[in-house]
């Protein structure tokens, strides 16, 4: 038996940042964020919605979708590296208030690779028959841990929260093969200080070149499959350079790769699955298309899933 998607959600808040706003706060230009990484505008989270806020809104919308009731669901994982405290995690939060009462519920921390770890983890649970119904949510507010004097990563971040609901689905579709990595020595990289977010972009961007395109072929390989057989790619939406390389590395054309990163940033756990929804809103994605995804972020840490679409 697979584990697939069987319901999914998402939401962004309504606040739009531009790249001309952002002229007036920072030294920057459109023309620079545009050329460099791909994003012309971003959503932001007012002081009134914190992480799960935004959680709650996107589960919803994947609860409804998948036709079940919360008290369905047998476990939530939040992915965020931006909780709204370190303690009690935001799954808990959502469990009293999504009424998921039969729910064990844990946030998890892999950062932009997070909504991967959540699904690969999902996936363990619901094929040896443990749980059934998992509710995955990749979601964060990246605005409160932005130092937004620091050119070099106010231009880049994003709040929003996409959710899947998970469960057993018919032969053939679901998860087909799948990767996870870590490797510690990178953390220096890219991490959270006192407060806010510190980045070295230049050895981001190599490490993220490198590592989205090995493990999309390596996910396609380990799933008997070939790059000509892959219908759609949905890479962490980080910057478009790095995702225009994964995609020559499948040698898919540009519109077999989502493109979310112009409208909302790098919203790291949630831009997997905001793009799954909107590619399937989008009517890009059909029953029975193969998708990789696949994500890269701090720790450092790499995720990506071979999937053939449907329930
Ligand atoms: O979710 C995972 C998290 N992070 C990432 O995926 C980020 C990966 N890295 C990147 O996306 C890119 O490295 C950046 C977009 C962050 C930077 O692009 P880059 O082409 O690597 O630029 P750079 O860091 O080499 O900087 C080039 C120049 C520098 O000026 P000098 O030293 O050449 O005079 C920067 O100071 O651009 C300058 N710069 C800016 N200029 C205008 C850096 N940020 C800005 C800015 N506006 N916002």
């Not at 790249?19 to 959503?43: C, F, H, P, Y």
């Not at 070099?152 to 032969?171: I, K, Q, R, W, Y």
Request: hydrophobic fraction near 40%; glycine fraction near 10%; proline fraction near 3%.
């Amino acid at each position: 038996m697979n584990a697939g998607v069987i319901g999914i959600g998402r939401y962004v808040p309504e606040k739009v940042l531009t790249n001309a706003d952002l002229e007036k706060m920072v030294d920057t230009s459109d023309e620079w964020i545009r050329t460099r990484t791909g994003i012309e505008e971003r959503r932001i989270a007012g002081d009134d919605m914190n992480t799960s806020d935004l959680s709650y809104e996107a589960a919803k919308a994947a609860i409804k979708d998948a036709g079940i009731s919360a008290e369905e669901i047998d476990m939530i994982l939040v992915a965020t590296v931006t909780p709204d405290q370190p303690f009690p995690s935001v799954a808990t939060m959502l469990q009293e208030r999504l009424g998921a009462k039969r729910a064990a519920a844990m946030d998890l921390s892999a950062a932009c690779a997070g909504f991967m770890y959540g699904m690969i983890t999902a996936k363990q649970f619901i094929e040896n028959n443990a749980y059934k119904h998992i509710l995955v949510i990749g979601v964060e507010k990246l605005s409160k841990i932005t130092d937004w004097n620091d050119r070099n990563t106010a231009v880049l971040f994003g709040d929003g929260a996409g959710a899947v609901v998970m469960g057993p689905v018919s032969e053939g579709r679901g998860i087909l093969s799948f990767e996870l990595g870590a490797d510690g020595s990178g953390g220096k990289h890219l991490f959270q200080d006192d407060s806010y977010i510190y980045m070295n972009g230049r050895e981001v961007f190599k490490f993220a070149v490198r590592q989205m395109g090995e493990s999309s072929i390596n996910v396609i390989e380990k799933a008997g499959l070939k790059k000509e057989d892959v219908d759609f790619l949905i890479p962490h939406q980080a910057n478009i350079r790095i995702m225009e390389a994964s995609r020559q590395r499948l040698e898919l054309p540009e519109e077999k790769m989502s493109k979310t990163v112009n409208k909302y940033g790098n919203t790291s756990a949630a831009s997997i699955p905001i793009s799954l929804v909107e590619e399937l809103e989008a009517g890009k994605i059909k029953d029975d298309d193969v998708l990789v995804m696949v994500g890269f972020g701090g720790g450092l840490t790499w995720g990506a899933i071979a999937l053939r679409w449907g329930r």
